[in-house]
């Protein structure tokens, strides 16, 4: 039965709301804050500084003391290089998992599942080892490189990956890659030039989930990058409050708001297809 909203629901309503999103934009504006805040404390911070200035800025910009514009290159390059690889392995994988039927395919869908059921860094003992043996065979994939470092980050994001493009391809009828054939394209031809151009929505949400969780690990990138050339900017800014007794928290919020650009122009780059991508799907056998 249909029940009238009465002014009283509305405003709890719109007052929740406002509360969730007051909620989840304050640390935000904090930090912002802190960027431009004249002392380094956060002990006498205001959310509105009274004498705003942009020294932080120019100093991590322009300053050699810190290799930040080295950092945020270093979590581009990684972030970019790492989630164009993921998005071309996973269709790969599962087109083959939705298409074809072979002998071990609902064990290597299950297995896939299981292993991405144990967090990434349980492994790191044996990821640090694994690439400490590989250096001395592959210097340029050894520890301390961003090559074994992209290795890591791409077996971490295959598994579930994998599992939410098989998903969206499940819903495309088969029938549009048989006329394809019909037509003379080779299997191959019909997954680049019909199968592809459909699924870019989910496409562009694993690129941005992968670029998301890379560009912000700390972790593995604090275990596999050893020198300040090679670091990420989450490993980079931990040298600014490392320090208990001299920690530059208004120079590391700077350099967080800056870090938090390109995420925001990839983002804004595939938003329109994020939606589509995350909604439609389901997993089929």
Known sequence: MYSRHTWVGSVLRHGLLLLAVAFAIFPFLWVVSASFNVTESMQFQQLIPPKPTLDHYKELLTSGRYMYTTWLWNSVKVSLITSTFVVALTALSAYSFS????????VGLL???????????????SLYVLLLTM?????????NTHTGLILIYLGGAMGFN????KGYFDTIPRSLEESAKVDGATPFQAFTKILLPLVRPILATIFVLTFISIYSD?????VVLQTAEQQTIPVGLRVLIS????????????GA????LPFLLVFII???SLVSGLTRGGVKE
């Open 111 to 125: 297995g896939l599942l299981l292993v991405q059921m144990f967090p990434q860094m349980l492994a790191i003992v």
């Open 270 to 272: 595939a938003q329109k």
């Open 257 to 260: 708001v800056i870090s938090a």
């Open 218 to 222: 700390f972790l593995i990138a604090s």
């Open 162 to 165: 994998t599992w939410l493009m």
């Open 135 to 143: 250096g001395d065979f592959f210097p340029f994939a050894g520890m």
């Open 243 to 254: 320090d208990q007794y001299g920690s530059r928290w208004a120079l590391f919020a700077a």
């Open 99 to 106: 298409r074809f039927r072979f002998k071990g395919r609902r």
